[in-house]
């Protein structure tokens, strides 16, 4: 039960994941360090909806496995998040390149 609550979790919070690392490591070296986090997590969760409107699967469902008697249970890791993982590094591949863009964007100039 556990993990199926960390895989929700990843799920919803990964833009802001993202957003927040970038922050916490480089914001000092921002001009407008707040309105960097705003916009990042804004359009993250933006090119997250588009991602996953595209290129989640449509229809996923589960199906349990009863085991025969004597047969130690095998739950797999990340059950939840399976259908999930390909939109999920697509998503990851395209926002590199967005968090690039804002944090030249954001960036101080050099006095």
């Known amino acids: 039960m556990m993990s199926l609550f ?5 799920l919803v919070v ?9 922050s916490w490591a480089l914001w000092p070296g ?7 986090a705003f916009s990042s997590v804004a359009l993250l969760y933006f090119l997250y909806f588009i ?12 199906v349990l496995e009863v085991p ?8 797999a890791f990340l059950v939840f998040l399976e259908p999930y993982v390909k939109p999920m590094l697509l998503f990851s ?5 967005l968090l690039g863009l804002l944090i030249k964007v ?3 100039k050099a006095a």
Do not use: D, N, T
């Open 6 to 10: 960390l895989e929700v979790i990843l």
């Open 14 to 22: 990964l833009p802001a994941l993202y957003a927040s690392g970038v």
């Open 30 to 36: 921002f001009s407008r360090p707040w309105l960097f």
């Open 51 to 62: 991602v996953f409107y595209f290129g989640a699967p449509s229809g996923v469902g589960f």
């Open 68 to 75: 025969y008697h004597g047969e130690p249970s095998r739950q």
């Open 93 to 97: 591949m395209l926002s590199v390149p």
């Open 106 to 108: 954001f960036r101080k």
